[in-house]
């Protein structure tokens, strides 16, 4: 056996059924380092177009660097079995993920992650867009250890232009912020904009929560989208740098 | 951004699916993120027949220009041919 190579960094990935919201047994994407040393878990929330592969990649991505990780698929129960675009447009159509259903959601997947024999007991949450808000949600609601907010809007309730906001404004439920925050967003992104999220900042401030905001000169929404027009490699290799520095001092602690 | 906003319109007609031809009842429309396209953001259509489940859909994902140029050529297809000529037979014809 040769001893200098290093195996320790295999993971299995593949799709699980977990107990959602409600008892309601959903779909899962789960990544899962299979070394028994423990080690912190993410629960990674996909963006509105879907539990798709862009998102499935970033779920390995967090295996790769040991990660265990698992993203919901948060519109399962409106299309069980169809394809990712079918099921995000068939939940767009039934009004979008209720905030409810995200909390249980959230916390059946960290509850999953806690429960795997090589998990150190701590959890994390990372979102994408609509995701990001709902990272934010999480992070207010379920029992997390570090929440990674990545350009989620209408956390705060701006509508600059004046377009009818759909979803509820969340900053009401930020003196009840569980975890340490990671903001990462785009200077050239109008929603969330950058006075926004100086408003979220502002107020996170105000209550002395622990919290870092990180705004890209350059990037807009959705840099972190390798398969996207809007993919701002400086932005998103930075972006990747600080979240795993994030999780690494959160997740990772003993 | 996500728009979380969606306009429907009830629908009489067919489409044309991955699994072939059925009966479209609702098409779905919103600005928001395309799946597809290579844009940031596009105007998205949904043909669907939901009472057929999540796959009987055809998708569209337009430029802004280019839905208002649909719009417009379906409005001068509708006026080029005679009134009422592909109204529905299941309705009322129209009050000349």
Request: with cysteine; charged share 20%; proline share 8%.
């Amino acid at each position: 056996m040769n001893e200098i190579i290093d195996s320790s960094d295999t993971f299995t990935s593949g799709t699980v059924p977990i107990p959602g919201q409600g008892g309601d047994e959903i779909a899962a994407y789960l990544a899962r380092p299979l070394a028994a040393e423990p080690r912190g878990g993410v629960v990674v929330l996909h963006h509105m177009p879907g539990y798709d592969e862009a998102h499935k990649e970033i779920t390995r991505k967090f295996a790769a660097h040991g990660y265990l990780a698992i993203m919901p698929n948060l519109h399962f129960r409106d299309a069980p079995g169809a394809d990712p675009d079918d099921a995000a447009a068939a939940n767009r159509a039934n009004g979008g993920v209720p905030d409810a259903r995200l909390v249980g959601d959230v916390e059946a997947a960290a509850a999953y992650l806690r429960g795997m024999p090589n998990s150190n007991g701590k959890v994390g949450v990372i979102g994408y867009c609509s995701g990001g808000r709902q990272a934010f949600l999480a992070a207010c609601t379920v029992d997390l250890d570090a929440a990674v907010d990545c350009y989620g809007a209408f956390v705060t309730a701006h509508s600059p232009d004046g377009f009818p906001i759909a979803v509820p404004p969340i900053v009401g439920l930020a003196p009840e912020l569980r975890c340490p925050l990671l903001g990462l967003f785009g200077a050239d992104d109008k929603f969330p904009a950058p006075g926004e999220t100086a408003e979220l900042s502002a107020v996170l401030t105000e209550l002395g929560k622990e919290f870092e905001f990180h705004t890209y000169e350059g990037a807009g929404h959705a840099f972190f989208s390798t398969n996207r027009p809007a993919y701002r490699p400086e932005a998103a290799v930075s972006g990747w740098a600080r979240v795993f520095d994030f999780f690494g001092r959160h997740l990772n602690t003993p | 951004m996500c728009t979380y906003h969606t306009e429907f319109a009830d629908l009489e007609g067919s489409a044309k699916g991955k699994d072939g031809w059925f009966s479209v009842t609702r098409a779905a429309v919103y600005v928001d993120h395309p799946y597809h396209a290579q844009l940031e953001h596009s105007v998205n259509i949904d043909f669907t027949a939901p009472e057929l489940g999540p796959a009987a859909r055809v998708a569209v994902e337009l430029t802004e220009e280019s839905a208002r140029a649909l719009v417009a050529a379906i409005e001068a297809a509708l006026a080029a041919a005679p009134p009422g000529l592909a109204a529905s037979p299941t309705r009322a014809p129209a009050t000349p």
